[in-house]
């Protein structure tokens, strides 16, 4: 099942960037047996969230979402709190953080929805990305910007 | 929708004594009750030099600290910390 997404994500990215956020990985079933130590470090980017990347169940997880988005980060593992209580109050021990969502970069607690908010207004976002080795989608838009 | 800013929520008040007591030496406080007053979230604004040289997570989990047993209670809050201009 997992593989299917992660090859329809594939596909999608080939293509023109689409208007809806494409796939990411959902892995919130084998989320409960896996230590959290091993989880936020197995992808450069991981997020724990209420829903998912494609139907965010709370205006701050979906802030979160849609600001990855903007960056062109589609290759990210994302985490449904709302289908795993364990996992849900397991983050926020792990992290020492009592909300979610929850941002990790390299497996390392990067914070939640404001923390990203502001990292994207003030342009650590598209550094700390460079950091992960991801090209930030916005110094392409800006790079079009300039060609005009 | 503006509420008068003359009166403030009981918890915002139990809030802000928190804080003040947590962080003696903040210089701008400010906290808001954004649930239309139910106390299910609360918006948090707050300057301090307690604050100089960390990171902006590590701020917040300063905030995250002090309000420990009023977050328990809490449906989600959003912190603001600065550190004040000199």
Known sequence: ?148 | MQRAMSSHTDGEVRIVQRLKEKFPQATSLKVVDISGGCGAMYEIHIESDEFKGKRTVQQHQLVNQALKDEIQAMHGLRIFTAVPKQ
């Not at chain 1, 983050?91 to 990203?116: A, H, M, R, Y």
């Open chain 1, 1 to 148: 099942m997992n593989n299917l997404m992660k090859l329809s994500g594939r596909c999608l990215l080939s293509g023109a960037r689409l208007l809806r956020p494409t796939v990411a990985r959902l892995l919130s079933a084998e989320a409960g047996q896996t230590d959290l130590s091993q989880l936020v470090k197995k992808d450069k980017v991981v997020v724990f969230i209420k829903g998912t990347p494609a139907q965010p169940m709370c205006g701050f997880s979906n802030a979160v979402v849609q600001i990855l988005r903007m960056h062109g980060v589609d290759e990210y593992a994302s985490y449904n709190v709302l289908e795993d209580q364990e996992l849900r109050q397991g983050v926020k021990s792990f992290s020492n953080w009592p909300t979610i969502p929850q941002v990790f970069f390299n497996g390392e607690f990067v914070g939640g929805c404001d923390i990203l908010l502001q990292m994207h207004q003030n342009g650590d976002l598209v550094e700390e990305l460079q950091k992960l080795g991801i090209r930030s989608a916005l110094l392409d838009e800006q790079a079009d910007e300039k060609k005009k």
